[in-house]
Antibody, heavy 121, light 112 residues
Framework: QLQLQESGPGQVTPSETLTLTCTVS??????????WGWLRQSPGKGLEWIGT???????YYSPSLKSRLTMSVDTSNNQFSLRLGSVTAADTAVYYC?????????????WGQGILVTVSS | QSVLTQPPSVSGAPGQRVTISCTGS?????????VHWYQQLPGAAPKLLIY???KRPSGVPDRFSGFKSGSSASLAITGLQADDEADYYC????????????FGTGTKVTVL
């Protein structure tokens, strides 16, 4: 059974770079036509799609975060990662990794448990 | 601020039926894009509840149903149960924003 697990620091200093990794278990990250995404949820707020990556390395970013965002994939370790630069308090959120098929809009039927990241000095 | 508007809260007694609306516009739901729904229990990750407007993933009870018409969609919960108390989000695509999807503002369902 496919499972996702986020990992990374729980706190990041303002203006620094947030880096998170999602480990895929139960199948290869190259499996079928699954795409891998990141979403976040600010405290008490709604959900926001951040970006999506395919194992081939092709990326799709939220227009509002594109200038600060880099996503990458490590097929040898069955992982994909997110790097968000120049973070501010507004980036404080629970970050989720998720899997979905390449349709528009995608539906996210596989989720990690989420990781809370606080931007604070 | 999301382009998909949901009521902040709805409530109902056990056994009752409640509906949650998701109102969009000509650049999203009315443009023909599918709507998906998620349930988020307290402290948990969202769970896919309805996809492609009205389809239920395996394991989701038929008490949950989805409907789309015009520029809005709705989620209905019949036979309301205590463990249905959660936040519910709709999701679609907006061709004026780009990206791969937008979420609704979310609705808190309270079981009285």
């Amino acid at each position: 059974q496919l499972q996702l697990q986020e990992s990374g620091p729980g706190q990041v200093t303002p203006s620094e770079t947030l880096t998170l990794t999602c480990t895929v278990s139960g199948d290869s990250i190259r499996g079928s036509s699954v795409y891998w995404g990141w979403l976040r949820q600010s405290p008490g707020k709604g959900l926001e799609w951040i970006g999506t990556i395919h194992y081939s390395g092709r990326t799709y970013y939220s227009p509002s975060l594109k200038s600060r965002l880099t996503m990458s994939v490590d097929t040898s370790n069955n992982q994909f990662s997110l790097r968000l630069g120049s973070v501010t308090a507004a980036d404080t959120a629970v970050y989720y990794c998720a899997g979905h098929l390449p349709q528009l809009p995608p539906y996210f039927d596989l989720w990690g448990q989420g990781i809370l990241v606080t931007v604070s000095s | 601020q999301s382009v998909l508007t949901q009521p902040p809260s709805v409530s109902g007694a056990p056994g009752q039926r409640v509906t949650i609306s998701c109102t969009g516009s000509s650049s999203n739901i009315a443009a023909g894009y599918d709507v998906h729904w998620y349930q988020q229990l307290p402290g948990a990750a969202p769970k896919l509840l309805i996809y492609e407007n009205s389809k239920r993933p395996s394991g989701v009870p038929d008490r949950f149903s989805g409907f789309k018409s015009g520029s809005s969609a709705s989620l209905a919960i019949t036979g309301l149960q205590a463990d249905d108390e959660a936040d519910y989000y709709c999701q679609s695509y907006d061709n004026s924003l780009g990206g791969w999807g937008v979420f609704g503002t979310g609705t808190k369902v309270t079981v009285l």
